[in-house]
């Protein structure tokens, strides 16, 4: 139970920041203080960001297996995102597959340093 209090503080912690870093970047978006193109590409650095550095914090505290908690981090968000694509009738592309990827990826290269970055002190 206490893990699951663990992995749902970090994944909360990541929607919020997700969330929150979002609704600035499209207050930007809307009095036209970035363009389209940087606008696309902040969406994506932020999400990517938000899970990278939450997955490096899950794994310092983490006492093994970075990759496996980090593969656990990315899996749930991605259930979510899915739930909610489904929910909204959004169709799947070869595009969500390679983000899908990416977010996966992401979460478990932040979860291994973190373990690293833990067992240097």
Excluded: C, P
């Excluded at 990541?14 to 902040?42: A, E, G, R």
């Excluded at 490096?56 to 979510?80: D, Q, R, T």
Aim: glycine share 6%; no cysteine; aromatic share 12%.
């Amino acid at each position: 139970m206490n893990y699951l209090k663990k992995l749902g503080k970090f994944l909360l912690t990541t929607i919020i920041s997700i969330v929150i870093l979002s609704l600035i970047l499209t207050i930007f978006y809307y009095f036209d203080i970035i363009n389209n193109n940087i606008y696309n590409i902040m969406k994506m650095i932020i999400i990517l960001g938000s899970l990278f550095i939450n997955a490096l914090l899950l794994g310092k505290s983490s006492n093994k297996y970075g990759i496996v908690e980090g593969l656990k981090l990315g899996a749930i968000f991605l259930l979510i995102m899915f739930l909610i694509k489904i929910i909204t009738k959004n169709s799947f592309d070869i595009r969500t597959l390679i983000y899908s990827f990416i977010i996966i990826l992401t979460t478990s290269v932040g979860a291994v340093i973190g373990i690293n970055k833990k067992s240097e002190k």
